[in-house]
């Protein structure tokens, strides 16, 4: 416990006592607060004498990343607070192509480029998934641990200062000219916490045979044995594979579900050596409150983790760009005060831009993923040329792509069709078991 020491700062001039002060901040949950802030301001607000504008973003994950470098080029003084720099968040990892160039990102922390994919019902049919690809679009994979540390580390270039820390919570301004007061626990490089489990997910070694048939394939099973309201996933890493799974409802029988999701996957696997086991919360649902004050909610804090496909890397890292491109124009380049008004634009252009992507996964979710005859359903329906085509699209680019009324028409048939046939297959087995 020696390596660990109560920072306490106002205005980032160290003090004697308790108290970091900070013109600008965002918190990630935490047990002590379970919101992620950003307090920051309005071209009606004073302009600033003698300094910049100080912001501090409490998260380092694509969230704040993206989030500190946007503000700390745009002449804001920025400061990064993680927790947990070598943090391995269990999540799938995938990102969509468009991240690739709208980020920036090199190639080289892309593990895999999965052309590929595998749609798994609960009776174990199969769906492949992909054909509708062109030659230069893919998924990317990647490992969070180097994502996020290059998007840290890319903040860190441009002029943000990284800080190791806990947050512990954050002491409300007596007037709206007096700044947040920020209290961690600075850990010197050492590592932090872990969150409540939601999501499990296991690293796995396979035998080079067995990696082979996963190098550019992912796969994804839906099922009440793999998760009540989500799927279990199977996908390839740099050299091994991460299988997992997430619920909501039941996160109380996640070690079952994970149990079946290898169990489901097992010959695919067999013979390989677990190497690390992660948890954390899912996120699922935006907040209905992601803005108070000088405070902004981005990223996980704010929920915006989608329904049915469980995305939330690429909306995290746009989450935190857009709300600091907010701040940054909304203080002249760190050369005013900004307003609870400034970060309301933020929000404004996420819901136009993202709002029905979140709206139309969501009735998904509803719909295929209520009962296992649904979601046999749901596969069966993705074998659709048309819906592979309308998905890998709304997927890379992150856009509700309008469709072809004439094959519209006809998905809506065919669904209906599935469903019928789904439940009446569901009600005779009801019958057998009695």
Not at 241 to 267: E, N, P
Request: charged share 25%; net charge positive.
């Amino acid at each position: 416990m020696a390596s660990i020491a109560l920072k306490s700062f106002i205005g980032l001039r160290q003090t004697t006592a308790e108290k970091p002060h900070f013109m600008a901040s965002q918190t990630k949950p935490n047990s002590l607060n379970p919101r992620k802030l950003r307090v920051v301001a309005s071209k009606s607000s004073p302009r600033l004498t003698n300094r910049n504008l100080r912001v501090a973003v409490i998260g380092g994950g694509p969230a704040g990343g993206a989030a500190a470098e946007t503000l700390a080029k745009g002449g804001i003084e920025t400061y990064l607070i993680e927790r947990k720099l070598d943090n391995a968040k269990p999540c799938g990892g995938a990102i969509p192509l468009c991240m690739v160039g709208e980020f920036d990102l090199p190639l080289d922390i892309i593990d895999r480029r999965v052309t590929r994919m595998k749609m798994i019902s609960p009776s174990n049919v199969a769906v492949d998934i992909g054909q509708t690809l062109k030659p230069h679009e893919y998924i990317g994979m990647v490992r969070r641990e180097v994502l996020d540390a290059y998007l840290r580390d890319r903040a860190k270039e441009s002029g943000a200062e990284i800080i190791n820390g806990l947050f512990l919570k954050m002491d409300m301004p007596r007037d709206g000219s007096s700044p947040y007061v920020l209290h961690y626990t600075g850990y010197d490089g050492r590592a932090g916490s872990v969150g409540e489990k939601r999501t499990l997910e296991e690293r796995i070694k396979i035998p080079d045979d067995k990696m082979a048939y996963y190098q550019n394939l992912a796969e994804m099973y839906v099922g009440d044995d793999v998760s009540p309201d989500f799927y279990g996933w199977v996908f390839p890493k740099c050299d091994h594979v991460a299988v997992g799974t997430g619920t909501v409802t039941h996160k109380g029988d996640i070690k079952k579900f994970q149990l079946a999701t290898r169990k489901r996957a097992k010959d695919k696997i067999l013979g390989g050596q677990i190497i690390r086991v992660e948890a954390h919360p899912i996120p699922e649902h935006p907040r209905p409150r992601r803005l108070s004050g000088r405070v902004a909610l981005v990223g996980d804090a704010a929920g915006y983790v989608t329904k049915c496909s469980g995305e939330g890397i690429y909306f995290a890292a746009k989450s935190g760009r857009m709300c600091a491109e907010a701040v940054v124009e909304g203080s002249e380049n760190g050369k005013r005060m900004v307003d609870e008004g400034d970060l309301r634009k933020y929000l404004e252009k996420w819901d136009k831009t993202y709002w029905p992507t979140y709206k139309v996964l969501d009735v998904l979710q509803k719909v295929f993923y209520r009962s296992n005859p649904a979601r046999e359903a749901f596969v069966e329906m993705c074998a659709d040329e048309y819906v592979q085509k309308m998905t890998f699209d709304s997927y890379l680019y992150k856009t509700v792509v309008p469709g072809n009324p004439w094959q519209d028409l006809k998905l809506a048939v065919n669904t209906i069709g599935s469903l019928v046939r789904a439940n009446a297959l569901r009600r005779e087995m009801d019958k057998l078991s009695v």
